[in-house]
């Protein structure tokens, strides 16, 4: 299953702006909370450097798209409903919110830089509110929501696995399906708050918030986009949410937007994750549009080089998901697919993927038939538990299907 990353985080701080500036889906957005009710699902980008540049091809995209020699991959992509204090128990829109990031592989916190809306997302002067507090609204609403559903019944199921002499595990597993919480992340989570899975009804009510927390950061890996990042006190606040140790990406969603939608009508030249845009059409924009423009490369561009919002997204599946970008090919020379199609297609793999699980990827009959792999840069073989790496362009030699 492709993996999804959810944005999700405090009322009225740019999430559905962000959402459609990366999938350019009409959503709604307005400068107050609880515009978005309902989760979002659209497809976004990953940005890759192509390979057609250093193997000095013209490509024949056909599963993504590459503009320039930059491939852009599709990824799933969530926005969810804007979160409040008391979430966990239902406040606001909170089993709407909760029930869409269960989905999500990996998260993108975002949160206002600016400090422009206070805790339940009304707007205020900027510098008022600390964007430190929008993210640990989102943590510690998650965790106590996690909490509820471990520590429902867990003196009684506790005291059943002791009797049995089991782990622990099974029981909270049961009850964490359908979360995206895996074994091993219970198993990881339990073993970093150092708990003893055998010994559960020892386990005290703090003990139990620390395994949550764990568990969260193991299966839900975060990043932040510090959103906002056009507006005063941004920078400073910037700052502060690194020193505590975040993964910050500063964002600008609203520039990202204009300038996305801009691209589309034809009248600027922008690829997602430029660090510039070029005006095509200037006698078909007005005197506001153009001052517009030149603010964001003021504010946005000039300050942090772009809008971050393409970053974040790359961010997300690269350094939170471990995945990496390969191209499959039927000719390692030619570089083509079976209609002669020159780099038709590329994929984002879980990082460490072997070259028959790979062939698995592109068609669960090539990794039965699977005999060995090619690399098209350096021509050699590769075996089936070979590991592909980031970039690689791969044939699969398999065996001919029995008719
Ligand atoms: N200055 C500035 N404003 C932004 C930026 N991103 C979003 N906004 C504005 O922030 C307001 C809220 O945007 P939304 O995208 O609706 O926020 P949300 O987080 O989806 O809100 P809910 O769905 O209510 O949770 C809108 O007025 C946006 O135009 C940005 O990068 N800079
Ligand atoms: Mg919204």
């Known amino acids: 299953m492709a993996p999804i990353v959810g944005l999700v985080g405090k009322a009225n701080v740019g999430k559905s702006t962000f959402f459609a500036a990366t999938t350019l889906k009409p959503v709604d957005i307005a ?13 976004a980008y990953f940005r890759s450097k192509c390979v057609c540049t250093e193997f000095k091809v013209k490509d024949n995209p056909n599963n993504s798209a590459c503009i320039d020699g930059v491939r852009l991959l599709p990824v799933d992509l969530i ?31 975002v949160c206002d830089a600016a400090g422009s809306t ?34 429902k019944d867990f003196e009684k199921f506790s005291r059943t696995a002791e009797m049995k002499r089991e782990e622990i595990w099974k029981y909270i597993d049961e009850k964490l399906s359908g979360l995206g919480i895996t074994r091993n992340h219970i198993i990881n989570a339990c073993e970093k708050c150092k708990l003893n899975p055998f010994k559960a009804t020892g386990w005290s009510r703090e ?89 964001i490369r003021e504010k946005v561009f000039r300050k942090y080089g772009n809008t971050g919002v393409q970053d974040a997204v790359n961010e997300a599946f690269s350094k939170l998901l471990d995945m990496i970008v390969v191209y499959p090919v039927e ?56 590991t592909l790496k980031n970039r690689d362009v791969i044939q699969i030699v398999a065996a001919k299907a029995r008719k």
Not at 258 to 267: F, I
Not at 350 to 377: C, E, K, M
């Open 79 to 109: 926005d969810t409903p804007g979160l409040i204090r008391g979430a966990h128990e239902g406040k606001g829109l909170g089993n709407q919110f909760l029930d869409e990031v269960r989905r999500a592989d990996a998260l993108i916190v």
């Open 207 to 295: 003990d139990l918030k620390r395994f949550a927390v764990e568990l969260r950061k193991s299966s839900k890996p975060l990043i932040i986009a510090a959103n906002k990042a056009d507006k005063e006190f941004a920078q400073e606040n910037i700052e502060r949410i690194k020193a505590e140790g975040y993964i910050v990406i500063p964002t600008c969603a609203e520039a990202e937007l204009a300038l996305r939608r801009a691209a589309d009508a034809g009248l600027i030249k922008y690829t997602p994750g430029d660090k510039d845009f070029n005006i095509l059409q200037p006698d078909k924009l007005n005197q506001n549009q153009l001052r517009a423009l030149e603010s």
């Open 118 to 151: 206070d805790v339940g997302g009304q707007p205020v002067t900027p510098g008022s509110n600390d964007p430190l507090d929008d993210i640990r609204l989102f943590e510690e609403e998650f965790d106590l929501w996690l909490l509820n559903i471990i520590s």
């Open 31 to 43: 400068n107050f909370p609880f515009t978005t009710i309902k989760a979002n699902r659209g497809i």
């Open 331 to 386: 000719d390692a020379d030619k570089l083509t697919d079976s209609k002669g199609r020159i780099l038709p297609d590329c994929y984002l793999v879980p990082n460490g993927i072997t070259a028959r699980q790979f062939a698995g990827v592109i068609h669960s009959d090539l990794a039965d038939s699977f005999i060995y792999a090619i690399d098209a840069r350096t021509k050699k073989r590769l075996g089936e538990g070979q």
